[in-house]
């Protein structure tokens, strides 16, 4: 075995002969639908790419509503917006996530709750959720992380009991399983990203999905500069131009429309992710069997009730004992080089993240003292998110699982080399 690539030697895998599949992929088929949309003149409002797929949408998450607007961020605060949250009430959430599913919190005015999470999954820990849930708690955001699912029977069960929204964020999780129902069919509303490194993309974009026609009425006026829309079946309608009532706002809001041409991208991408998907899981679960056998690797828990598994990124546990007490930095590094792709850390707590500063914007935030006191992401202890993270998260981009096995095989023989030398390191 040659020396480590970090050191001088040869990589495991050679990007420059060797790629990895591209990420974004696309083909003829975008660029004509792009072509169409260009020339139909409809660039954007309602129009017909948009319509299918929100159609085709929540078809395929099996909901009665889709609709698709700007981002995923702005998608979950309008979820929280449209469950009429604000102002006194608490939302708990996990504290390994991206920033934004807090941030969209304080943007309605209610006090973001972190709680920890399970080691083996990096989800939301429901025993967390329980003890966290005072009488100001309205609602629950699970965030199905990277390869894994939140533990969505628990969630519901806890959300019946004391009368509380469940909002699924599912920007990782676009065609995840749970016991056979699509991730963002569970909750009351399930929140997604098109953001360009996520499965489904159109560079930027976002989606909600729910079974409720209340609250998508509310969610399509808070995505549409707070209009309410003309009864299906006018003739405009079905043009697919979008005709909306202007006579007062249903419900006060901006514009949070998407275009034509991210839908028009979106449609043959949805048509290819159950594809994708599948193949990704094969590569995963393969990949799992490889790793497992070796020191100081663990794969993360698949939980026995996702049906189907959707991957975000590929991610791990590291052991630093096994490898020599190697700092989980420096493991990152090596695999990194070995394999010709960055090898990421876990998101960093939100109790510790230099994105996630409410206290950077008094003007907005500081409605009081106490609100003032309770958004301090510092208040929390989160040691389950703080050890995943500066301990032992690996994260790779989910495109390494979109080629044939012999790409598996070189995943698992690089961290083996990074295993075998780490006494050199």
């Not at 020396?3 to 974004?24: E, F, H, Q, S, Y």
């Not at 969209?104 to 080691?119: G, M, R, S």
């Not at 698949?302 to 020599?324: I, L, Q, W």
């Not at 500081?366 to 609100?371: C, G, Q, S």
């Amino acid at each position: 075995m040659s020396k480590l690539a970090i050191l001088g030697g040869d990589p495991v895998r050679n990007t420059k002969t060797n790629p990895w599949p591209k990420w974004p992929f696309w083909d003829n088929k975008e660029e004509k639908a792009l072509i169409e949309t260009l020339k139909s003149g409809i660039w954007s409002y309602n129009g017909p790419m948009e319509k299918e797929f929100n159609r085709m949408y929540a078809e395929f998450n099996g909901v009665k509503h889709a609709l698709s607007a700007a981002n995923g961020t702005v998608t979950l605060q309008m979820a929280l917006e449209a469950c009429c949250i604000g102002l006194g009430d608490e939302v708990i959430l996990p504290g390994l996530t991206w920033q934004a599913t807090a941030a969209t919190i304080l943007d309605v005015n209610a006090t973001p709750v972190l709680v920890d999470v399970c080691e083996d999954t990096w989800c939301i820990d429901p025993e967390k959720v329980r003890e966290a849930i005072t009488p100001r708690t309205k609602a629950i955001i699970p965030v199905h992380l990277y390869g894994s699912f939140a533990d969505m029977d628990e969630i519901m069960k806890i959300a019946k009991e004391h009368d509380l929204y469940v909002i699924e964020d599912c920007a990782h999780k676009h065609g995840g399983e749970w016991k056979g129902k699509k991730a963002g069919s569970i909750g009351d509303i399930g929140s997604f990203s098109f953001q360009l490194s996520k499965i489904l993309t159109a560079g930027e974009g976002g989606a909600l999905t729910t079974n409720s026609f209340s609250l998508f009425e509310r969610l399509d006026a808070l995505r549409n500069c707070g209009r309410r829309p003309e009864p299906q079946g006018s003739s405009e309608t079905d043009k697919g131009e979008g005709l909306y009532f202007d006579e007062g706002n249903f419900l006060q809001s901006g514009n949070y429309r998407i275009t034509e041409f991210q839908a028009a991208i979106l449609i043959e991408g949805l048509k290819r992710l159950p594809e994708q998907n599948r193949l990704r899981e094969q590569n995963a679960l393969y990949l799992n069997s490889l790793l497992k056998d070796i020191p100081g690797i663990k794969p993360m828990r698949r939980d026995n009730r996702e049906t189907h598994e959707a991957y975000y990124n590929y991610s791990f546990r590291y052991d630093s004992k096994e490898f020599r007490d190697l700092p989980v930095k420096k493991f990152r590094a090596a695999l990194s080089e070995e394999l010709g792709i960055e090898v990421a850390a876990s998101y960093t707590p939100l109790n510790k993240c230099s994105l996630y500063v409410p206290h950077t914007k008094p003007a907005r935030h500081k409605l009081n003292d106490k609100f003032w006191e309770n958004i301090d992401p510092s208040r929390f202890s989160l040691p389950v998110c703080d050890r995943i993270h500066y301990e032992e998260s690996a994260c790779i981009h989910h495109k390494v699982l979109m080629g044939p096995l012999s790409d598996i095989d070189m995943i698992a023989e690089a961290i083996s080399k990074v295993w075998q030398q780490a006494g050199n390191l």
